[in-house]
């Protein structure tokens, strides 16, 4: 599975952004899907997963209730709705493939090659 992340930017405080992970291959909805992020001098941290049919969700603490994701699986893709976006949330945003929507990174076999996202004050 290859994956491109797309939809990154700047924004100020308070905007919405909404990144996309497109996804190759014919079997990708066997695939859960995980957002992870790294800011500069700090270690990758998760965000956001989905299980292969999309029925479960699950988030971290610190975007709870701002973030939402989702997923078209006849479309091979996986959406990251930000809203309320703080100046913390600027990172370079990483999608993954794996078994499990788990939260830990090692996990998760295929990963993009990550988006910018900065949020300014």
């Known amino acids: 599975v290859q994956l491109v992340e797309s939809g990154g930017g700047l924004v100020q405080a308070g905007d919405s952004l909404s990144l996309s992970c497109a996804a190759s291959?014919?079997?990708?909805?066997?695939?859960?899907v995980g957002w992870f992020r790294q800011a500069p001098g700090k270690e990758r941290e998760f965000v956001s997963s989905i299980s292969r049919s999309g029925s479960d969700t699950y988030f971290a603490d610190s975007v709870k209730g701002r973030f939402t994701i989702s997923r078209d699986n006849a479309k091979n893709m996986v959406y990251l709705q930000m809203n309320a976006l703080k100046t913390e949330d600027t990172a370079i945003y990483f999608c993954?493939?794996?078994?499990?929507?788990?939260?830990?990174?090692?996990?998760?076999?295929?990963w993009g090659q990550g988006t910018q996202v900065t949020v300014s004050s």
């Open positions: 291959g014919r079997v990708f909805e066997s695939y859960a």
């Open positions: 993954a493939a794996g078994i499990l929507p788990v939260k830990t990174a090692r996990q998760y076999s295929f």
